[in-house]
């Protein structure tokens, strides 16, 4: 039996006239990696900016419906909760270019106002740095900027940021896009990690990546959910024409 951690329903959002997401209605589940998947357009950035309460800071921008976490309706709670709770990690890696790596991991706590001891402090940084595989690459120099890394170092710092404050999710929009095959690959298995402690939902365009590390697929198209199921099951055995011309590459 599967833990329900977010819970979406009959959700829609759009912008003024323009409707982008239409009727969504899926669940992400604990220590699972949910896959978001469709063509360019179809919403998924949206869609994960809605479950992280950014959509609304967009002028004109509305949305109706429910996004549960734990149960409690996201939409009542403070946005800045949520979004400790939900973390996030963007397509480009962008960490804060006047912070030092040691700062980055922390920024959550800086940027909120919370106040940590240095003992404390230095322990979350030391061990989100870990958990991403970075603090033995960068541990003779965590007070050197962010931006000296490589692009795939940087996108493991933004990781540990969004680790830090010690969510119960973590949404990625195609973290990988920007990257090359090795660090893309690294990506992916400390995604595989951290689903053990902690739950994933990822936005990407490679079908080959979702068939290596997704349980579940969601599958956009024009704002509506066509399919949702256990990965092997949209992979081997998609119920709708639409998914499987999709994940075979009829378009994209
Ligand atoms: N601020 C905005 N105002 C109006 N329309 C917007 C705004 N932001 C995005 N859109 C539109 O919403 C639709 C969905 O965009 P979204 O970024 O969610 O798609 P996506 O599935 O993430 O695409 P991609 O794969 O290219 O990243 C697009 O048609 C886009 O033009
Ligand atoms: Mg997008």
Redesign the pocket.
Known sequence: MENEVLKISNFSAG?GQ?A?LRNINFSVFQNRVTAIM?P????????IRCINRMHEL?P?AYYSGEILLHGQNIFSMDPIIVRRRIGMVFQRPNPFPTMSIYDNVISGFILNGMKLKKEQKDQIVVNSLKKVGLWEEVKDGIYRRGTFLSGGQQQRLCIARALAMDPDVILLD?PTSSLDPKSTLMIEQLLEELKQTTTIVI?T?NTAQAARIADYVAF?YLGELIEFGPAKKIFTAPENKKTEEYLTGKFS
Request: with cysteine; proline share 0%.
């Open positions: 912008f323009c982008i469709g360019s357009g179809c919403g998924k950035t949206t869609m967009s004109a195609e936005v365009h956009l």
